[in-house]
């Protein structure tokens, strides 16, 4: 069974960063692609980035420049680098995957299945 969990959100001042990790279990990250999304209070789940099963990275322009999504050597647990963080970014950080091995040009929140629990990221002085 696919399951994802998310952890290392918090309090974090502006311009301050933080690692997000979400652990797999049930397969490795060289069979699907896993992308991290995010929601703020009042607004819709977006894409944030995303990384293949082959380890090739996207961005989306909601956080450019100022993430980075990688693998651990493991290949069960891909990390979200934040920093420069932003009021604007306080939201549930969610991982998940559409069980393809590959990052979708049109992300469709409706194509994923397997979702984390989420992390509350909050960006306050």
């Known amino acids: 069974q696919l399951q994802l969990v998310e952890s290392g959100g918090g309090l974090v001042q502006p311009g301050g960063s933080l690692r997000l990790s979400c652990a797999a279990s049930?397969?490795?990250?060289?069979?699907?692609?896993i992308t991290w999304f995010r929601q703020a209070p009042g607004k819709e789940r977006e894409g944030v980035s995303c990384?293949?099963?082959?380890?090739?990275?996207h961005y989306s322009t909601s956080m450019w420049g100022r993430t980075t999504i990688s693998e651990g050597n493991n290949k069960r647990t891909v990390y979200l680098q934040m920093n420069n963080l932003k009021p604007e970014d306080t939201a549930v950080y969610y991982c998940?995957?559409?069980?393809?091995?590959?990052?979708?040009?049109?992300?469709?929140?409706?194509?994923?299945?397997?979702w984390g629990q989420g992390t509350q990221v909050t960006v306050s002085s």
């Open positions: 990384i293949s099963n082959t380890g090739t990275t």
């Open positions: 998940a995957t559409d069980a393809m091995y590959y990052c979708s040009g049109d992300v469709k929140i409706s194509d994923f299945g397997h």
């Open positions: 049930g397969f490795t990250l060289d069979a699907y692609a």
